[in-house]
């Protein structure tokens, strides 16, 4: 996502400015693939660019720097877009897990207060589809990343975001802290969950690898991050199948689910993608047969993400070239 924000006030709370993104590697042997990237990058109307230098604290073979993309604090971001629903009339419960899924018109929604809420369209964008009458969960597959974080002192900021597929992924990026030093956040370790990996073991890897890397750094923080992604790579957004004509799905971000989310927005909003299916005279495809939207030629600007479907239902965004 460019960092420009177009009168969308709530998103600007969140924003801590823009910085380069890089997709790097140590090994010589994947400078081609990383040069083909940088190409495809540009063809598709990112400001990208093959590069050997960075602001890491030490030497890649190569690298696709990609320009001003904005950052988010996500907390505050979140904060903005909950003010803004609160501010258009709605309301948010949190603490409130809905069991079951009425998919008629209206629809009907069962908390496990028991209390039901009807709406004349749901979105199911609860990570993994709680509701999937179409078995969409056969074409997700899980994956789970170590997370770390903690102050950084300012003289140490690499100055970008970065990741790499290499030794078992690592994901390195800043944000500033009120002293004005900055948070290391440092994610990697990728593994499959259930297959018995010695997480321990992985933090400290994780550990290990940024204290040689970024000295003066203390955990203060950690987590895992688990992240689904579509078997194709890429995500799942629109009607979902078998659920009537009301209800929508957004899934298999891979990793990439703040800037998914907005595509969500942009491409399938139900009310919207209703007013046009009626106004294009379009049909809906079969419920089982998701499909893939048409390039989209015109006048997105340049940096966002690839994706609208003109017939709405099925989205399928461009794939960012690897998760964060
Ligand atoms: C360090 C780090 C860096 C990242 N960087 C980026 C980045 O640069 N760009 C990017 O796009 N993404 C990034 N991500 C990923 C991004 O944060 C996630 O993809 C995103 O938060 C997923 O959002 P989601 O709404 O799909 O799922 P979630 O945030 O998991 O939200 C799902 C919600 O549904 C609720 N829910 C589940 N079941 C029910 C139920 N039955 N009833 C009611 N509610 C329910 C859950 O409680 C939860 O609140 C990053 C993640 C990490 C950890």
Redesign the pocket.
Known sequence: MRGRFVGDAPCRDGYTGVRPAYTYGRDPDGVGALRAEAGAARAAGLDASFVTATGLPFPVAGAVKVEDQAQFH?LKYLRGLAADIVARGGSIHEG????TLDDGDPCRLTTDSGATVSARHVVV???HP?FDHALLAARLTQHRDL?IAGPLPAGLDPHGMYVTEEGGKR?VRTAPLDNGSRLL?V?GEAFTPGEGEDTEAGYARLQAWTGQHFPGFTVTHRWA?Q?NSVTDTLPLIGRLPGSGQNVYVATG?A???????VLLRRSSPPSSAARSNRARGSTTPPDSAPRCAPPQSSSRPSGTPASTSSRTTWTRSAKAPTD?
Request: charged share 10%; no cysteine; proline share 8%.
């Open positions: 996500p409130t897990r809905v069991t964008a609860t990570h709680v997370v994901s956040i994610t991050a992240d971000f990793g990439w689910g703040m800037t998914g989310g964060p």
